[in-house]
């Protein structure tokens, strides 16, 4: 598999009046060809101006990408892209759908109209011709008598059939990424599993590469191939869906699995919850960031960034626990056993 | 939604009644009577067959049902100052300078006052902006006597490119439209920026963007309709605002408009003419809210749905 | 890692005190709104304005000497000097002290009109929302007939029907309607209040009525009435001024900043100084009051915490 999508050393600062907030400090990952790529963590951990990095969506003065990041789809580099280019790489190349559908469709303007504008926009073809293409694109997303629903303002439509309407925005261009971010947050529990199942079958007929940016580590298991987990701006441990699910080596990882409720299991046991509070990213951080939550602290971790470990192929983690001078600790797993 | 209009109109009838009432029963409620001032060196005999004129013999609810019956004919009845001069008369001819001064003021402000609040609002926090909200604040600050005093020393008395005052060539209509249209571009060029601003940081503007639009088209595609929608709604407000602000500058300026008699009329004690006048004011501003919110309903989509 | 030792990898465990230390220190509302009223250069400035005018109106005539309504035939239209500061009229009265006369009055016009506009439109749209139902329904009829007739037309009415040429009778004339937008204003706060969320939250949750309209009503409303209020002065201010230009406004020898500008309108050619005071007291008013508004909306609005 190749790589679509690489990020280098990402970091976004954000100047508040308070000072420089670094929202993400240096990720790096890649994407491949027709994955699914998950960014798991709580809210204020970054992905989602991670996610919108990647359009170059992030708004100057108030939001800045650091010279030293790199960001390379297909070998071309996004982040020198001129007007033209990034205009074309938007919505053609890649394109976006955002976590309220109430609030991201434009509410004067028919949902046709608003599908329309991207095609016409990329492909170059007629009103017309745009109008069928758009019918046939809310067809693909199953909205149901997509003729009448064409002239239908976003008000008159459900919350999944905005959200329908927002992925058939997305996909007209049929982009090689797509980028979800929290696209079932907003959504009632049943029509989460419809718009996810609609993901995934269009994500099989177009061979479209998603990155799926969610707090939810259900979503994940059912639909991702990788997840990287991110923590204060970080990628604190990254893998196959497998690996971090049954072999998780960061106590935040373990924190996060274990708040997952689990039908059946354990019932009289208290759902894990995690004390305290991310780090202000105000602040400079040379620790670990997770350090004054972690169950597992060591002084080492009090004055030290951990360095990245390599535990397979698609496993790693930055954690002080795999130093081999660090105790053994009884993981998640075993005291779940 | 036809009952809705229906609704409304009714609704606009009703308050109509209770303001030509309100205003007939107030008016005639001045300590003594309105033509006390006037009648009070006639002799006997003229008084009697003056106040019998202006049916003010009879009491006062017939004289009520009188001036209604009257005012469903267009009759407002006639000048007690100016014998032989009748109120609505002097309305139709007058109305149309007022409305040619104001229409033209009103157009203009909307027009210099919606690109300056865009100005601003593209350049948030730059000298385009720090000059739009100066002028904005000027126009809401100073009143609009001193504006017009300051205009005509300016532009008449120092530079002398235009008349002082005066009415009949298009050159008489350039400082009162100018004066008038102050008011207009302050208040949208500040309502305007702050909706465009709002707007601007919509979840839609960032899916617009994520499209591949330009800068260019996200503004005027998405995002002048939506911030200028709700700025209709201000629009009855403004159009209050140019004629009161006309009462003024049609005197400064000694255009024969209706505000110009409005005003003389009640410095003149001129009964019959303040209230036919204010009757008529009344009338147009209710009926001109009435229809600034039909214009809303028909160019929202939202409303006109949530109507049905 | 070199100078690791054993004992950096001891298991020390969390500390949740420090990572609550690090989140940011909890602020009260008022510390939080006083913060951000502070930011807004422009509104302190307006508020050190304001205090000046107040200074100056209150202080002024006895610091120069002159009556407001003291007549000096050998001194008609003195342009301004060290005798007199701002200049006399065609009375050979001292612009100055007519400018502090002219003040109190605008401004005792501005504030009580204000004041007692808001009184009544809290009182009526308190009750309006407190009631409810029919007599909310009618109630609120009331108050849009009142609204859709335009407010000068209607002081001017009310001015011509009183014959009204002192403050209290302006006054009155300009209150009479003037309450009805505060009351739609309070009466939206309270219903909005009263459907949220978290007042919901706080009844379910056995939290008595008193200390959720202490709590949550109170300052909810009176925020938004304060802000009115700012913008209601000025407002109050220009139509006095507007009045008196058409003659239905204070009568001489007493005077406002409006008369004054008014009056010295027709000699503006020859003495534009006796308008420029007036007017310019009106223009910093006004501009203070707006920037002052301003300031307080933006800080007293709990969204806009960060």
Redesign the interface.
């Known amino acids: 598999m190749d790589n679509i999508l690489k990020v280098e050393n990402l970091q976004v600062s954000f100047n508040t009046y308070a000072g420089e907030v670094k929202a993400v400090r240096g990720v790096d990952f890649e994407l491949r060809r027709g994955e699914t790529l998950a960014f798991v963590g709580e809210s204020g951990c970054g992905k989602t101006v991670t996610a919108k990095a990647l359009m170059r969506l992030l708004q100057p003065p108030f939001a800045e990408i650091k010279p030293q990041s790199k960001i390379a789809f297909n070998d071309e580099d996004v982040l020198s892209m001129g007007k033209k280019r990034l205009r074309q790489y938007r919505g053609d190349d890649v394109s976006m759908i955002f976590q309220d559908p109430m609030t991201s469709l434009n509410p004067t303007m028919t949902c046709g109209r608003q599908i329309m504008e991207t095609l016409i926009l990329h492909k170059g073809i007629t009103k017309a011709q745009a109008r069928e293409e758009a019918i046939k694109t809310l067809e693909l997303v199953k909205i149901p008598d997509p003729e009448k629903r064409i002239d239908a303002y976003p008000h008159q439509l459900s919350g999944g059939m905005r959200q329908r309407v927002m992925i058939a925005i997305a996909l007209a261009c049929s982009p090689q990424i797509l980028i979800a971010d929290e696209p079932t947050t907003a959504l009632d529990v049943t029509i989460q599993a419809q718009i996810l199942d609609l993901l995934q079958e269009l994500q099989d007929r177009l061979e479209t590469s998603i990155i799926l940016v969610t707090h939810d580590l259900g979503v994940v298991a059912n639909f991702a191939d990788r997840i990287q987990v991110m923590y204060a701006g970080q990628v604190i441990e990254r893998g196959t869906v497998e690996e971090i699910f049954h072999q998780a080596r960061h106590p935040y990882t373990w924190a996060l699995l274990s708040s997952v409720p689990k039908p059946g299991r354990e019932t009289k046991k208290e759902l894990y919850s995690l004390m305290g509070t991310p780090p202000d990213l105000i602040l400079p951080l040379t620790s670990c960031p997770f350090a004054p939550r972690c169950e597992f602290c060591m002084n080492i971790c009090k004055e030290r960034m951990p360095k990245e470990t390599t535990l397979s192929d698609e496993h790693r983690v930055s954690c002080w626990l795999q130093h081999p001078m660090a105790p053994k600790v009884e993981t998640f797993y075993e005291r779940q056993a | 939604m036809a009952q809705y209009i229906l609704k409304r109109i009714s ?1 606009m009838i ?2 109509l009644l ?2 030509i009432a309100m ?1 007939f029963f ?2 005639r ?3 003594g009577d309105p033509l006390a001032s006037l009648a009070r060196a006639l002799p006997e005999q003229t008084k009697a067959n003056f106040y019998a004129k202006y049916g003010l013999d009879k009491p006062l609810f017939q004289q009520y049902l009188i001036y209604m019956k009257n005012l469903l004919k267009g009759d407002l009845g006639e000048s007690v100052v100016y014998a032989g001069r009748s109120v609505s008369e002097t309305i139709i001819q007058t109305s149309p300078v007022s409305a040619a001064v104001g229409g033209l003021a009103l157009i203009v402000g909307l027009i210099v006052g919606i690109s300056l609040g865009i100005v601003a609002a593209l350049y948030k926090n730059s000298w385009p902006d720090y000059l739009v909200m100066f002028i904005a ?1 000027l126009g ?7 504006l017009a ?1 300051l205009f ?2 300016f532009f008449s ?1 120092k530079l002398g490119w235009l008349p002082t005052s005066g009415w009949g060539k298009p050159q008489h209509m350039v400082l009162p439209v100018i004066v008038l249209c102050f008011g207009t571009i302050a208040t949208y060029a500040r309502y305007i920026k702050s909706s465009m601003l709002e707007v601007l940081g ?3 503007i ?9 800068e260019f088209q996200v503004i005027t ?2 995002v002048m ?2 911030s200028m ?1 709700p700025a209709i709604t201000i629009l009855a407000g403004r159009i ?1 605002g140019i ?2 602000g006309a ?2 500058v049609e005197r ?1 300026f000694s255009i024969p408009g209706i505000g110009f008699y409005y ?1 003389s009329s ?2 003149n004690n001129d009964y019959s003419m ?1 209230l036919g006048t ?1 009757v008529f ?2 009338a147009l ?2 009926v001109m ?1 009435l229809i600034v919110d039909f214009v809303y309903m028909l160019v ?3 409303i006109r ?1 949530a109507g049905d | 890692m070199d100078n690791a030792t054993n004992d950096s990898f001891v298991i020390v465990g969390p500390e949740i005190s420090e990572a609550e230390r690090i989140a940011r220190p909890k602020v009260s509302y008022l510390q939080d709104v006083w913060r951000r009223f502070k930011e807004n250069k422009m509104a302190l400035v307006a508020l050190i304005i304001l205090m000046l005018l107040g200074f100056m109106v209150i202080f002024g005539p006895s610091i120069s000497g002159y009556a407001f309504e003291e007549v000096d035939r050998t001194a008609r239209n003195q342009f301004p000097s060290l005798k007199h500061w701002f200049g006399t009229d065609k009375l050979g009265r001292d612009m100055f002290a007519r400018v502090c006369q002219g003040g109190r009055v605008s401004l005792i016009i501005g504030l009580a009109g204000a004041f007692i506009s808001s009184v009544a439109g809290c009182l009526y749209g308190g009750i309006s929302a407190y009631l409810g139902g029919k007599t909310d329904d009618i109630m609120m009829r009331i108050v849009e007939i009142i609204i859709s007739v335009p407010y000068l037309i209607v002081v001017i009415l009310l001015s011509v029907v009183l014959q009204s040429q002192g403050i209290f009778t302006l006054i009155l004339a300009m209150t009479l309607t003037g309450w009805c937008s505060t009351a739609r204003l309070v009466r939206g706060q309270v219903l909005q209040i009263k459907g949220q969320d978290y007042v919901l939250a706080a009844q379910a949750l056995g939290v008595s009525p008193w200390r959720i309209i202490t709590r949550h009503l109170i300052p909810n409303v009176l925020s938004v009435v304060l802000v009115s209020i700012t913008f209601d002065i000025p407002g109050y201010i220009f139509s006095e001024a507007f009045l008196s230009y058409v003659g239905l406004g204070i009568q001489p020898p007493n005077t406002s900043w409006g008369a004054l500008a008014a009056m010295a309108q027709t000699s503006f050619t020859f003495y534009p100084y006796q308008m420029f005071f007036p007017a310019l007291m009106i223009a910093l008013t006004m501009l203070s009051f707006t920037l002052l508004g301003d300031g307080l909306r933006d800080a007293l609005d709990p969204r806009l915490r960060k």
């Open positions: 609704y009703l308050t209770v303001v205003t107030l008016m409620s001045i300590p604040i809401i600050t100073i009143p609009v006597f001193v005093s005509q020393y008395v919509q979840d839609y960032l899916t617009a963007r994520a499209k591949g639009l330009s595609r998405h309709r939506n929608l209050v004629f009161t009462f003024v400064m005003i009640i410095n303040t204010t004011y009344a501003f209710v809210q929202d989509p939202r749905l």
